[in-house]
């Protein structure tokens, strides 16, 4: 079992910047990818980025390319989400995802999920 918890989430003005993490504990050893996935109100999850373990690969979503980064510290094993110049389409609860596999970047192919964090950027 892979037990997830995001933070850094708040409110903050279009333009602005926040870094979401996202801390793992239980079984990681075989984890082998983190994504963050979102969810504004009345709208599918969407993907926003994710990562492989041991730095072999990323990717980010079309539209947050530019704008938002990932990274992570396998020795704290946290992934962030650095995220700068917000926009107000933004807004949304970030849920970061686990998977073993990892056969795909899409939702239903992740396992594990955290809880969210909030991010609401006002305009």
């Known amino acids: 079992q892979v037990h997830l918890v995001e933070s850094g989430g708040g409110s903050v003005q279009a333009g602005g910047s926040l870094r979401l993490s996202c801390v793992q504990s239980?079984?990681?050893?075989?984890?082998?990818?983190i994504a963050w996935f979102r969810q504004a109100p009345g709208k599918e999850r969407e993907g926003v980025a994710g990562?492989?373990?041991?730095?072999?690969?990323?990717y980010l979503g079309d539209s947050v390319k530019g704008r938002f980064s990932i990274s992570q510290d396998e020795t704290k094993k946290t992934v962030y989400l650095q995220m700068d110049g917000l926009k107000s389409e933004d807004t949304a609860m970030y849920y970061c995802?686990?998977?073993?596999?990892?056969?795909?970047?899409?939702?239903?192919?992740?396992?594990?999920w955290g809880q969210g964090t909030q991010v609401t950027v006002s305009s």
């Open positions: 239980g079984y990681t050893g075989h984890t082998m990818c």
């Open positions: 995802a686990a998977d073993h596999y990892c056969k795909s970047w899409r939702e239903a192919d992740f396992r594990y």
């Open positions: 990562i492989y373990k041991s730095d072999l690969g990323s």
